[in-house]
């Protein structure tokens, strides 16, 4: 296995245990200052920069969703990208419906950290930009 490809597996561990909080006070540990982070999002594309934006990230989630968790189903390591295909789950913050979904997460890494994330809903997109 990968250093990138454990740093990811420690790191989605580490948000199903806890959450963005426990996430957010070990951010130093996984990530590196100038992270970006472009999750799945309906109407745009965000990019959530840094500590502030990860923070940011989580607050305007938790408008949305409840806890909710990703599972790992599959990990793989592209040059210094780490694909992982997941199954994502929450709970509708006002609806209380369960939401499921599979994702594939790309991440690059830098220095032993990551340095950037995107969020795909098809492999063959997350490969593509894995090997961009």
């Known amino acids: 296995m990968s250093e990138g490809e454990d740093l990811v597996r420690r790191m989605l561990d580490l ?23 472009k999750p799945i999002i309906v109407a745009e594309r965000v990019t959530y ?12 989630r938790a408008e949305v969703f409840g806890a909710g968790e990703v599972h790992i189903r599959s990990v793989e390591a592209i040059g210094n990208a780490v694909v992982a295909h997941a199954r994502s789950t929450a709970q509708g913050r006002l609806s209380g419906a369960s939401v499921e979904e599979d994702v594939y997460l790309v991440y690059w890494c830098r220095d032993g950290r990551l340095a950037r994330g995107e969020a795909y809903r098809s492999h063959k997109d997350a490969l593509e930009a894995a090997r961009a």
């Open 15 to 37: 948000h199903n245990r806890g959450g963005g909080e426990e996430l957010l006070e070990a951010f130093d540990d996984f990530f590196a200052s100038d992270l970006e982070w």
């Open 49 to 60: 920069r840094g500590r502030e934006g990860l923070e940011r990230y989580y607050r305007d």
